[in-house]
């Protein structure tokens, strides 16, 4: 992952992409969201917060991303093996195996997401969103 740009550059490639479909990218949308969201809380609340709670809230963030963004890069690679003519067969399953992969990284942020709101708001840290 890029140290400047995060997973912003491949949020910004399945919102472009013509084949990444418009449930993917609604689900890069809410990634989107969840996503600032929790950077914005957990910057608030660094050295305030537990530190278990803090640190278990960032490497979900961390896992979840990781597992979007190597979903898209699979899906990118088969897609080029299709439409480039390779020989490799491209598993039919792949688009369903990405939008599964999607929704469990924002179920998996969401969630993260839920618990980072709580410890925050004990803390008198309120998110732009509520």
């Not at 949020?11 to 609604?26: K, N, T």
């Not at 598993?91 to 992969?101: D, I, M, V």
């Amino acid at each position: 992952m890029d140290s400047h740009t995060g997973p912003y550059q491949d949020f910004i490639e399945v919102l472009a992409h013509p084949h990444a479909g418009a449930h993917r990218q609604a689900l890069t949308g809410e990634l989107i969201a969840v996503y600032a969201e929790m950077n914005h809380l957990l910057a608030r609340t660094k050295g305030t917060m537990a530190t278990a709670v803090w640190a278990e809230c960032g490497d979900e963030l961390l896992r979840c991303t990781a597992l979007y963004r190597n979903a898209w890069t699979r899906f990118v690679a088969g897609v080029d093996d299709c439409l480039n003519g390779a020989d490799i067969v491209t598993s039919p399953l792949l688009g369903r195996e990405t939008t599964q992969a999607f929704q469990a990284a924002v179920a998996g942020l969401r969630a993260a997401l839920d618990v980072l709101r709580a410890e925050a708001r004990r803390l008198d840290c309120e998110s732009w969103a509520h």
